[in-house]
């Protein structure tokens, strides 16, 4: 299962995070792109407190990377990719 990587960034163990104090799940994203061309590339995002990426309108390109949301249950709110038009996602492991 999944890829190899070099680097993790890790949210929480606390399930149900953004509803315990309140905040409206969709204004977190730890990537987000604002504009231009975003790339992820060999990284693994476990347990976000928010969505993992976004990318709005924009171009965002996920190679080789995971994407995981271990803590069970439901209304942990680590949604996986959206992406504007053109945006790929090539050899990546959602969860």
Do not use: P
């Not at 890790?10 to 509803?19: F, H, K, L, M, N």
């Not at 347990?47 to 069970?72: E, I, K, P, T």
């Amino acid at each position: 299962m999944g890829i190899s990587q070099a680097s993790v960034v890790y949210g929480t163990d606390e399930r149900s995070w953004s509803q315990n104090r309140g905040i409206k799940a969709f204004t977190i994203c730890t990537f987000q792109n604002f504009g231009g061309v975003m790339t992820i590339s060999n990284l693994r995002s476990l347990n976000l407190s928010g969505f993992h990426v976004r990318g709005w309108d924009h171009v965002v390109r996920a190679v080789s990377s995971d994407f995981l949301d271990r803590r069970g249950r439901h209304h942990n709110n680590s949604d996986g990719f959206e992406g504007g038009d053109g945006s790929t996602v090539h050899n990546c492991y959602f969860e």
